[in-house]
């Protein structure tokens, strides 16, 4: 008994402080989008997503998940860096958020004169709909860390970009049978 209460307390403060270092680098990553160091560029959405399986792939692979794009996507003249915080977090979130055996997100987009639609669809466990207007606030969480961990500033990091695009997000779910993360922007 005493070793394991040394083994609880010690691993404890390690637990939290963790935690606490992921906090502070996902709000140091939500204060950098302000300040943009970097210079727009042509961006292959395609790539994009490519970029983010490699740089995810421990993850999807230990998930078994699928990431696929259904129709060619877009060509945006828009930040890299943000571009690729938005792709990855929705990804991620759909991976994360899902007990399916193979959890899939499929990435679509429509092209209509310059309004460029993206839709990020995943077969997981979906939002009520009475908490998608509160989960791209800062440090809100619908599950306990012992649940799903996370800091709780992904959607927020989202929206943030989105609202840097002039763009909107619309999500659409039931609650239970996944989600559709909905973005439109006019074309950069």
Same mark, same amino acid.
Request: aromatic share 8%.
């Given at each position: +008994?005493? #070793?394991?209460? /040394?083994m609880?307390?010690?691993?404890?403060?390690?637990?939290?402080s963790?935690? +606490?270092?992921?906090?502070?680098?996902?709000?140091?990553?939500?204060?950098?989008?302000? #300040?943009?160091? =970097?210079?727009?560029?042509?961006?292959?959405?395609?790539?994009?997503?490519?970029?983010?399986?490699?740089? &995810?792939?421990?993850?999807? $692979?230990?998930?078994?998940?699928?990431?696929?794009?259904?129709?060619?996507?877009?060509?945006i003249?828009?930040?890299?860096? =943000?571009?690729?915080?938005?792709?990855?977090n929705?990804?991620?979130n759909?991976?994360?958020? $899902?007990?399916? =055996?193979?959890p /899939?997100?499929?990435?679509?987009?429509?092209?209509?004169?310059?309004?460029?639609?993206?839709?990020?669809?995943?077969n %997981?466990? %979906? &939002?009520?709909?009475?908490y998608?207007?509160?989960?791209?606030? +800062?440090?809100? #969480?619908?599950? #306990?860390?012992? =649940?799903?961990?996370?800091?709780g500033?992904?959607?927020?990091?989202?929206?943030?970009?989105? $609202?840097?695009?002039? %763009?909107?997000?619309?999500?659409?779910?039931?609650?239970q049978? %996944?989600?559709?993360?909905? &973005?439109t922007?006019?074309?950069?």
């Amino acid at each position: +008994m005493e #070793r394991l209460s /040394k083994m609880f307390f010690h691993s404890q403060p390690f637990i939290g402080s963790v935690r +606490m270092n992921s906090l502070i680098k996902s709000v140091l990553e939500f204060s950098r989008l302000a #300040r943009v160091e =970097e210079e727009k560029k042509e961006i292959n959405l395609n790539s994009i997503v490519e970029e983010v399986k490699s740089t &995810i792939s421990n993850f999807i $692979n230990k998930k078994n998940a699928k990431i696929v794009i259904a129709n060619p996507l877009p060509t945006i003249n828009y930040y890299h860096s =943000e571009v690729i915080k938005l792709f990855q977090n929705i990804i991620e979130n759909g991976i994360k958020y $899902n007990s399916s =055996e193979i959890p /899939k997100v499929k990435i679509y987009s429509q092209l209509e004169d310059d309004l460029v639609t993206l839709c990020f669809e995943d077969n %997981g466990i %979906g &939002i009520k709909p009475e908490y998608q207007d509160r989960v791209t606030k +800062m440090f809100t #969480r619908l599950h #306990r860390q012992s =649940e799903y961990q996370g800091s709780g500033l992904g959607l927020s990091i989202c929206q943030k970009v989105i $609202n840097r695009l002039d %763009g909107t997000l619309k999500i659409q779910s039931d609650g239970q049978n %996944g989600s559709q993360f909905i &973005i439109t922007f006019r074309k950069p």
